[in-house]
């Protein structure tokens, strides 16, 4: 059942948006694809279906609601990920926020929270988030930082690294180039080459794909959060 409910949630964006026009501040829903490129790892793919919605309470105040389904083709497990953010637009082009989640990641219930930040510099946007995961004594630290620059006003260059630091295991640090491109229609297509690369694993080349459409304009403020967003290839 918990894997129906954010499927349902995804599904009711569109109209949830078309009934509130005047109080919804964007919207998006896609698919995104990403894994390990090399070798005998090809078949480690994480796969996900994911939508957002933010919903402005005034101009300096905004919730916004994340809900993904993954698929992780090795493992065959499934995850489910709903996250609530609480967002304060201190001016058009700064935001910073807090938000709370819960996760389904292979029959394991976990918990994640924490803080984030975004700026937009006008050519340039940065976005920082900090993330700590409970999950029944082995918890972890999320770290990220995700940074893109327009060279056009449809096409955009970034960067972005992320570290998943856990109590009892694993310690992973993933490096990302992307690039971005924004259709007139919103539609929105972005890919990603990197290496992700632990303690307990060998250095892997990484490659990811997404396609979304944007509501509202850009969308949502903030990027997803939590442990399933995290893995590339499982």
Do not use: C
């Amino acid at each position: 059942m918990h894997k129906i409910v954010p499927l349902a949630l995804v599904a009711a964006l569109l109209p949830v948006a078309a009934l509130a026009e005047g109080s919804v501040r964007g919207a998006e829903l896609g698919f995104t694809w990403s894994g390990l490129a090399e070798g005998q790892q090809r078949h480690k793919n994480n796969l996900a279906l994911e939508g957002a919605v933010e919903y402005g309470f005034t101009p300096g105040f905004a919730a916004q609601l994340d809900v993904a389904q993954h698929h992780f083709t090795n493992s065959n497990d499934e995850a489910t990920n709903v996250t609530l953010h609480a967002i304060g637009h201190v001016n058009d082009g700064f935001a910073v926020g807090g938000f709370l989640g819960h996760e389904w990641v292979g029959g394991n219930h976990m918990e994640h929270y924490g803080l984030e930040a975004t700026h937009d510099f006008g050519l340039l946007t940065v976005e920082g988030n900090a993330t700590l995961l409970k999950n029944d004594g082995n918890d972890a630290t999320i770290l990220g930082l995700d940074g893109r620059y327009a060279l056009t006003d449809a096409l955009s260059l970034g960067g972005r690294v992320k570290t998943v630091n856990a109590d009892h295991g694993s310690d992973t640090t993933a490096f990302d180039a992307t690039l971005g491109y924004a259709m007139p229609s919103g539609v929105k297509i972005d890919g990603s080459l990197g290496l992700v690369d632990g303690n307990q694993s060998d250095r892997e080349l990484t490659v990811g794909l997404g396609v979304k459409l944007l509501m509202g304009g850009n969308g949502v403020t903030f990027g997803k959060r939590g442990l399933s967003q995290s893995i590339i290839g499982n």
